[in-house]
């Protein structure tokens, strides 16, 4: 089954559509005001990764054709599932709580705090939001977390579950962030992707400007992308890379030369900063600003390092060259 991208959200201080994402503004953009994007309804007691998902995915579901002027959904929604990534959203409620009972007791935490606290929050409250009903998934879970998250998503439609699906990825920049990331700057910010059969986008009459390739996962990065070639049996055009790719120990890892030589490059950590859980997502986002600047070709969107860690890739083509 083809899986294709119908709708894109990008909200970041300095990117807000997936073009921008290539072609990003000034660095002195200011922090992303949700309140701005979506209103003040909803926003009270919710954690700042969680509004700034809402952003994203009002951004997403809109691009897509998904929500009516007034926010209403247009599908039912018990066919719409929603997965999540993030690593860093919630530690600042949960470095809070353990604060507060170290000094006090438990008896002395917020109630209205205390659901922050759970970390499937994310995905939870954006369901309720916009009363999507299918599947539910958060995921937590590193480097790769972003790049698993629109590979379930797609396994979710794939395996008849439902015909679409809400992908997140939002990383918050906070106190609690730094003192954990040992002062990196995260993105502060969140993307999202619509994804969803090619027969559900036709019957929307929904456009669909990439569709999902391949996916692999295991240890090591250069032998993620020596399978990602041998199953795409293509070349990229280009190469999204890992986290942290300027540091000499990425830098060196064993990949593939016949493959990348020569193939252009494009690292949002070092544009935008740490992306971590929100990474994989932001990547499919840029690919798909690729393709609308005029990219053509596969790309390759990777996460994870070249040691025995786990690493993941998978590949993105343009709608026309499918």
């Given at each position: 089954?083809?899986v294709?991208?119908?709708g894109?959200g ?35 007691y919710?954690?700042?990764a ?15 054709g ?9 599908v ?8 999540a ?12 709580a ?5 000094e006090h ?13 759970s ?15 299918g599947?539910?998934?958060m ?16 396994t ?12 997140l990825?939002v ?6 962030v ?56 293509d ?7 890992p ?5 000499p120990?990425q ?21 935008f ?14 690919a ?5 600047r ?15 860690d ?8 343009g709608?026309a060259?499918?």
């Open positions: 089954m083809t294709v991208v119908s894109v990008v909200v970041l201080p300095r990117a807000r559509s997936a073009p921008e994402l290539m072609a990003p503004a000034a660095a002195d953009a200011p922090p992303v005001e949700p309140k701005d994007l979506v209103g003040r309804k909803g926003l009270r919710k954690d700042r969680t509004q700034l998902a809402y952003c994203a995915a009002d951004a997403a579901l809109r691009h897509a998904l929500l009516d002027d007034g926010g209403g959904l247009r039912p929604g018990r066919s719409v599932a929603v997965v990534s993030s690593n860093y959203g919630n530690l600042d409620t949960i470095c809070r353990i604060d507060t009972i170290a007791t438990a008896a002395a935490g917020s109630a209205m705090d205390l659901p922050n606290a970390s499937n929050v994310i995905a939870s409250s954006v369901a309720i939001r916009f009363g999507l009903r599947p539910n998934l995921l937590c879970n590193g480097a790769t977390s972003g790049l698993d998250a629109v590979h379930w998503a797609a979710l439609i794939r395996g008849g579950r439902v015909p679409r699906a809400l992908v990825g990383e918050p920049d906070n106190a609690s730094r003192a954990f990331t040992g002062g990196a700057r995260t993105i502060d910010g969140a993307a999202a992707l619509v994804v969803e059969s090619e027969e559900s986008a036709a019957e929307r009459g929904a456009s669909a400007p990439a569709v999902l390739g391949d996916y692999v996962r295991g240890a090591g990065l250069g032998r993620c992308l020596e399978r990602l070639a041998a199953a795409t049996g070349r990229p055009a280009l190469w999204q890379l986290e942290q790719w300027q540091l120990e830098r060196t890892a064993a990949v593939p030369d016949t493959l990348l030589a020569g193939v252009a490059r494009h690292d949002l950590g070092e544009v900063g740490q992306g971590s859980g929100a990474l994989g997502v932001l990547q499919c986002a840029a798909v600003g690729w393709f609308a005029g990219g053509a070709g596969p790309v390759y969107a990777t996460a994870g390092t070249d040691a025995d786990a690493s993941a890739g998978i590949a993105l083509r709608r060259a499918a």
